[in-house]
């Protein structure tokens, strides 16, 4: 059970009052260097927060105290070092507490109230819904070839690894399609918390946009300081040869870990794929995080999105979604199908290993985006739907570049026309090339912009909020420190918010 839940209010009355005990320097130190922190501290909803996690805590036994302060112990310690005002140690952190009242009065605690390490690992262990806990004990052996399995080396420079089941992404869709669930999400009480605190006040307060929400999705390479070929116990090694030295199971660090390649460095790396969902706000110009899950380094990001897909439409209803964006990785027919059902439209960049599709005529030629080529070799320009043929979304309709209100005219003459030859592509030829949005028009470039916002989101977890500079361990660990970083990027979006507001 709960001893006691400091609620919002309270803690605000005690902040109050602690500072009424503050002398010159630390005053002055609150309304500087940690201004800005105090202000999000402020935003942070810790009562939704109490009432998502009471259900995780006994009715019996010795109840646990100061939750609500551990929160905001992750929080402040994550904000401070985006702010270069601590350094990325946990450890460090709490200890640091113990000697810095105005740090510790900004949790919501006095210094001899605050609560112990363990006290933040055991909040993390409750948000974690692997049942089994032996793969991480100190006297677990594993062999010694233990995700040592490296993926297939791409062919060219900047290409990720391909998928070794080319099927599995038509058997995640159709499992999905026909209503049944993704077993093994052991992050589902992460996002919940997430989707509690973060996600639901952001909609609340207008930061994501609703009924009109354009969601892009990405993957990361996250690199593990652990040792992939593990750590053999202390043994009498003179009376083994070496044969059986290297033959003797071995504890790993981080059993989750294993090989993945990284496509940016063009080199194998041994850590998790980062993938999460995010949008964008077009007024102030912020990216915000939806959905944040680590996966395998070995898995294909087109199988990640499926089931970030799937975990977004189960544990974040409130969401609606009108537009997808993805790069060429997930560019496959189950994706366009799983989203066209969704009836959110698809804005996808084509992988040029697809080639022409069968379902094209071959009397029309093709560019690498689906537009028609004409007789001179260029492409041609979207031109609208006529939506007087069949289907509520008719024919594509694409005219001669140089036709209507060009000046110029083709050398290659193929119609007397001035308006310039008309090509007309029907959606149900090939629903990857022929989105709801013409490729090319101007349209989807102005949309698919803001697919960058994943670029900046992974860049901010990673380098400002210092998540690869952690020497930490495991899937939990990770998920768990990305969900409060998170957190962090929700309130820095809120407070430049009401900043503005204020302005």
């Known amino acids: 059970m709960i001893k006691h839940w400091q609620t919002d209010q ?146 060219g420079r900047h290409q990720k690894a391909s998928e070794n089941r080319s099927s599995i992404t038509d058997s995640i869709v159709s499992r999905i399609l026909d209503g049944k669930d993704i ?47 593990g750590h053999i116990l202390p043994c009498p090694a003179h009376t083994l040869s070496p044969q059986e030295y290297a033959s003797l199971p071995r504890h790993y660090s981080d059993p989750d870990a294993s090989w993945g390649w990284d496509g940016d460095l063009d080199s194998f790396y041994f850590g998790y794929t980062l993938f999460q969902l995010s949008c964008h706000n077009t007024v102030l110009h912020t990216d915000i995080p939806l959905l944040l899950r680590f996966t395998s380094a070995k898995r294909h990001d087109s199988v990640s999105f499926l089931v970030a897909f799937h975990e977004l439409e189960e544990h974040m209803p409130a969401l609606s979604i009108k537009f997808m964006c993805l790069d060429s990785a997930m560019d496959n027919l189950p994706t366009y199908r799983l989203l066209k ?61 140089y036709g209507k209100d060009h000046k110029t005219k083709c050398k290659c003459s193929c119609t007397s026309s001035k308006y310039g030859r008309v090509i007309k592509t029907r959606p149900e030829w090939d629903i990857r090339l022929y ?28 380098n400002d909020y210092g998540l690869h500079r952690m020497f930490i361990h495991t899937k939990e660990h990770y998920s768990f420190m990305t969900t409060m970083i998170g957190i962090c990027i929700h309130l820095d979006a809120r407070y430049k918010q009401q900043m503005q507001t204020a302005a």
Request: proline share 7%; with cysteine; charged share 20%.
């Open 183 to 229: 077993p093994f999400n052991f992050e589902a009480r992460l996002q919940k918390l997430f989707y509690a605190v973060a996600v639901l006040p952001s909609l609340n307060c207008g930061l994501i946009p609703d009924g009109t929400l354009t969601v892009s999705g990405d993957g990361t390479s996250v690199h593990t300081h652990s040792n992939p070929n």
């Open 10 to 155: 309270e803690y605000h009355c005690f902040l109050t009052n602690a500072k009424t005990t503050f002398d010159s320097s630390e005053r002055v130190r609150l309304q500087s260097e940690l201004a800005s922190a105090r202000e999000k501290l402020r935003l942070l909803d810790t009562d939704a927060a109490m009432r998502f996690l009471e259900p995780f805590y006994s009715n019996t036994g010795r109840p646990a105290s100061n939750q609500p302060q551990i929160l905001r112990s992750f929080i402040l310690f994550f904000l401070l070092v985006s702010m270069d005002l601590a350094s990325p140690s946990l450890t460090t952190w709490v200890s640091r507490l113990k000697s810095d009242r105005v740090l510790a009065s900004l949790v919501g605690c006095s210094v001899n109230s605050l609560p112990p390490l363990g006290s933040y690992y055991d909040l993390m262990d409750r948000l974690w819904s692997r049942p089994d806990h032996s793969l991480y004990k100190r006297g677990k052996l594993l062999s010694p070839g233990w995700n040592r399995r490296k993926p297939a080396k791409p062919k």
């Open 435 to 462: 989105t709801d949005i013409p490729r090319g028009s101007e349209a989807y470039k102005k949309i698919y912009k803001q697919r960058t916002a994943t670029e900046r989101i992974n860049n901010r977890i990673l």
């Open 341 to 401: 059902d969704r009836n959110i439209s698809a804005l996808i960049d084509l992988n040029s290993k697809s080639g022409h599709p069968k379902t094209i005529h071959d009397n029309i030629r093709i560019d690498k985006n689906g537009a028609p080529v004409c007789a001179a070799g260029l492409p041609m320009v979207p031109n609208g739907n006529d939506y007087s043929s069949k289907g509520h979304i008719g024919c594509q309709m694409w005219r001669c570049s």
